[in-house]
DNA sequence: CTATATTATTGGACTCAGTCTATTAATTCG
DNA sequence: CGAATTAATAGACTGAGTCCAATAATATAG
């Protein structure tokens, strides 16, 4: 078996992660070095690279697993039989969203304004629920191509409008999926 | 008189653009070091830095005072008698835009995907544009803020993909109003 | 038990962006 | 001519990201 062959692994992302968000939390994304971050968590500056490609991927490492459950919910809807509109399934998602699921680089996303890096990998993720958003258009009628890029791309900018509104609610905030119904209009 | 004292200037931000484009079309904007700009131009790294901030902020001279226009023409139109509605404000200023008004670094936009820093520094351009719909809106009517930020962020995602989707469509491509009018529902 | 293959960790060198400081050069004005 | 002012520059520094060579820890084959 290959995977129990060779030195066995020590660092993790998770670990990597855990010292990052302290240090994050105590100095600020931009003033914690990756140096720093890795001899937190007991490696060296060479292993980090070993787990992530960037200082940012870390930061947007449980983002990424809920943006991907998001574009299984809608590949699911898709190849269901009556599959919803856009609008409709995107709520569907989002009601059974509870607040302690947000990850902490969302409910810190005022982080982003510190550093540049942070928010080009942010526009990425953007960019890429963008796309998943077209491909579900276009499963769907056959309308103006120009008008379904317009559309899809209104939506992904109404979505993460709502995702931050409801955030800086602050804890009182209620289902997520009540506030989308609001923010996504058409 | 403050302006004819000292050592007159010899860099501009033009030269240095410029210099920069021949560059940039020859070998792409991330292998095109900032010292090679420089030196093509005739001067120092240092004294780029007198000129720019970065190398994003050269890359997007053109569409900054481009961007400020629109921003004008919203202020102007919000001090008149009977201002228009934003999307019909934005259909009058994309009306009077001909293909040669549009910046170089719009055209080639494509190489944004070559950069962390210039998909940073385009976000940001977005998000300027964004607060200013923002604000017009907040002029009109008073809707639910909810709702406002997410009409905003919309007319921007829609700009924004209208824009590109129009420069995509080559050098045969009409009015880009007309294109506008497709994409900017509702 | 030993040799070997395999994989993880590490150190170190390198490039480039961006910041900062001190120095030098070119000009105007008194 | 000398002083003040401002532009250009050199050079050192930090930190991100890339790359490679060396080493350490395991499994397995002989």
Chains 1, 2 share one sequence.
């Not at 720093?36 to 983002?63: H, M, P, V, Y």
């Not at 943006?67 to 995107?90: K, T, V, W």
């Amino acid at each position: 078996m290959a995977s129990s062959a060779g030195r066995p692994r020590r660092a993790s992302q998770e670990l990597l992660q855990e010292a990052a968000f302290e240090l994050f939390q105590l100095r600020g994304y931009r003033s914690t070095t990756i140096e720093q971050i890795a001899r937190t968590a007991g490696f060296s500056r060479a292993t980090f690279f070993n787990c992530f490609s960037s200082k940012a991927d870390l930061f947007w490492l449980e983002t990424d697993t809920l943006i991907a459950a998001l574009r299984e919910s809608l590949d699911a809807q898709l190849s269901g039989e009556n599959p919803l509109d856009l609008r409709s399934a995107l709520l569907r998602f989002a009601t059974g969203l509870g607040s302690d699921r947000i990850p902490w680089a969302l409910q810190n996303y005022r982080l982003l304004e510190a550093s540049d890096d942070l928010v080009a990998s942010g526009a990425s993720r953007a960019l890429e629920l963008n796309w998943a958003f077209v491909r579900y258009l276009q499963q769907g009628g056959s309308i103006d191509p120009i008008a379904l890029h317009a559309q899809a791309a209104a939506t992904t900018a109404m979505l993460v409008s709502a995702l931050l509104g409801w955030i800086d609610a602050g804890v009182g905030r209620g289902d997520f999926g009540e506030h989308l119904a609001h923010a996504l209009i058409h």
